[in-house]
């Protein structure tokens, strides 16, 4: 089982960039899948997360009218579309499963399967 995540770069402020996340080994579509990330010296935090039929999105505020959380099932992947980009979205970006539906998905915790990083940085 792997997830792929992929897409990052560097992009000056203002800009765009789509993370990819595709997996591998078994199905995600019955799954809720989350976006992360960490940037340098600072703790993982939550960016995103879509339920399994990609109708129920939530965000944190900080990202919050600037990302898109989506997913095609028929492909086993799920994007960030970041829009907007500032200085302080700067980060290593991860892909993770929720592990149950029940979980507080804000939680790093609560997440079983995580792909490795995707580096995002942003100019000013």
């Known amino acids: 089982v792997q997830l792929q995540a992929s897409g990052g770069g560097l992009v000056q402020a203002g800009g765009s960039l789509r993370l990819s996340c595709a997996a591998s080994?078994?199905?995600?579509?019955?799954?809720?899948m989350g976006w992360f990330r960490q940037a340098p010296g600072k703790e993982r935090e939550f960016v995103a997360v879509?339920?399994?039929?990609?109708?129920?999105?939530y965000y944190a505020d900080s990202v919050k009218g600037r990302f898109t959380i989506s997913r095609d099932n028929a492909k086993n992947t799920v994007y960030l579309q970041m829009n907007s980009l500032k200085p302080e979205d700067t980060a290593d970006y991860y892909c993770?499963?929720?592990?149950?539906?029940?979980?507080?998905?804000?939680?790093?915790?609560?997440?079983?399967?995580w792909g490795q990083g995707t580096l995002v940085t942003v100019s000013s």
């Open positions: 080994g078994r199905t995600f579509s019955s799954d809720a």
């Open positions: 993770a499963r929720l592990g149950s539906k029940d979980s507080d998905y804000k939680s790093s915790y609560e997440y079983d399967y």
């Open positions: 879509i339920d399994w039929s990609g109708s129920s999105t």
